[in-house]
């Protein structure tokens, strides 16, 4: 390995001892630029690498709130706001158990490239907190995202650094921390947050467009090697926006969406899974998985014992990871390649642990990766941030055309970069190298800061 490089990932390690997800994301990327960085010896004269891995600022504060019994409960908030190279701050905020200042830079670091992926002039950020939504009534939300925003608010704006959901965090969560920053700001600034619903400035095709993106992105892979989705049998963990509309968009396709999962476990449906069900499930009842059982009984619902989702080792042609980073192990991949699997997408944030996708690639599975293969939803969020700017609102149509055109584009550049990089057909690295050299380039012209 490059001497620099390696230095660089060593450095990385011993400044972030307690971050493993940080430390698997920067690895993940740095390895593949191994011959960029040997065409361009400058990048190690300006430290392209010590300033790319580092967030311009790390933002950590206290929530405050009274849950319904009266209690006052504490919570943790971040945000970490990695890279304004090529426009303001951009990324979601996730509500979590989970969340920790490690995966807060993890799934920042990765926005970066995701964004830069896109063509569109935003930077990377992400935030949350470690506050469950689960459970909790509409109330205690409300008041958590009240609490929240009344710090946040302070270090963000539609040209600053614009939020948006993720895990936890959906249209409900949205409309009460925008209501909570115009209160503050005495002024309607509707780019400050994407994900709004459609009546007070949201996009439509936003709730779609990440699941939507998934499957541009993997029609487009699976067309560079002469298959398609028609007739696949498919898997996809997971069973909020991401999943659910990525199943939309593949049954509509062709294929075939035979299990879908939660936290507790998966539904196996070999004749096709009942999306309406799912729906009316997960996003009006809010409830588990398991329940799809209580209207066809005759699907099988699977319960997870271990560290691996027992989704992964049903047979299928294709396998769409929407849930949480790291969810598919090596054993996990190890089980698809025995079965039989053509392609593996990510639509969550780095689902694929590293040895899970080197076995993938070594063993000649198409593998779309998350910061390619996830980032309509960004992208949507973009295009809903241009119409806040321009009080003109696209239709459905509009907008999904718009996205099937980025998911295209974003394809294609990890394709040509792969070719022209000696790693034909690696995706992965396809969409490390072409996000890394535009992020490099705007470093370069911009000077040391």
């Known amino acids: 390995m490059n001497e620099y490089l390696t230095r660089v990932i060593n450095d990385v390690e011993k ?6 997800e940080f430390i698997q994301a920067v690895k993940e990327v740095l390895c593949s630029v191994e011959k960029i960085l040997d065409k361009h010896p400058e990048y190690k004269e300006k430290a392209i690498l010590e300033r790319m891995v580092e967030p311009e600022r790390i933002i950590t504060f206290r929530v405050p709130w009274v849950n319904d019994k009266g209690e006052v409960i504490v919570n943790r908030g971040f945000r970490v706001q990695f890279s304004s190279l090529i426009g303001p701050y951009k990324g979601g905020l996730r509500f979590h158990p989970s969340v920790n200042q490690s995966i807060m830079k993890f799934l920042g670091f990765e926005q970066i490239f995701k964004n830069a992926l896109t063509g569109l002039p935003i930077g990377g950020a992400k935030g949350g907190s470690d506050f469950d939504p689960k459970g909790k009534s509409d109330n205690e939300i409300m008041r958590f995202c009240q609490s929240f925003m009344t710090e946040l608010y302070r270090h963000i704006g539609q ?19 925008f209501g909570q920053y115009k209160r503050i700001r005495n002024a309607y600034e509707g780019g400050v947050l994407t994900g709004k619903a ?11 467009a990440t699941g939507y993106g ?16 028609i007739n696949k049998t498919v898997t ?17 396709y062709g294929a075939k969406v035979v299990a879908m999962s939660d936290s ?10 009942d999306l309406p069900l799912i729906k009316q499930i997960k996003e009006v009842e809010r409830g588990r998985i398991k329940e799809y059982l209580n209207k066809h009984p005759e699907a099988k619902y699977i319960e997870k014992t271990g560290e691996d989702s027992p989704i992964w080792e049903i047979k299928t042609d294709i396998a769409l990871p929407c849930a949480t980073q790291n969810e598919l192990t090596l054993n996990s991949a190890k089980k698809l390649v025995e079965n039989g699997v053509i392609a593996v997408a990510e639509g ?10 080197d076995y993938l690639l070594e063993h000649g599975v198409l593998v779309g990766p998350a910061k390619a293969a996830n980032a309509g939803g960004v992208a949507t969020s973009a295009i809903e941030m241009t119409q806040n700017s321009i009080r003109y609102y696209y239709s459905f149509e509009e907008v999904e055309k718009k996205l099937d055109n980025i998911m295209t584009n974003i394809f294609k550049t990890c394709k040509e970069n792969a070719e022209e990089y000696g790693c034909a057909g690696n995706y992965v690295a396809g969409a490390n190298i072409a996000a890394f050299k535009k992020l490099a380039e705007a470093m370069c012209a911009q000077g040391i800061v």
């Open 159 to 177: 040209d600053v650094d614009v939020p948006a959901g993720d895990i936890g965090v959906g249209g409900r969560e949205i409309g009460y921390l």
């Open 198 to 208: 459609i009546s007070y400035g949201g996009s439509l095709a936003r709730t779609e």
């Open 348 to 357: 969550a944030n780095m689902p694929c642990t590293q040895e899970a996708t």
């Open 236 to 252: 996809i963990s997971g069973s909020g926006n991401v999943a659910i509309y990525a199943c939309e968009k593949a049954v509509g």
């Open 15 to 20: 400044k972030n001892p307690n971050e493993p």
């Open 264 to 273: 507790n476990g998966c539904i196996y449906d070999e004749n096709g899974i």
């Open 214 to 229: 998934l499957i541009f992105y993997t029609r487009e892979m699976l067309k560079a090697h002469d298959k398609s989705l």
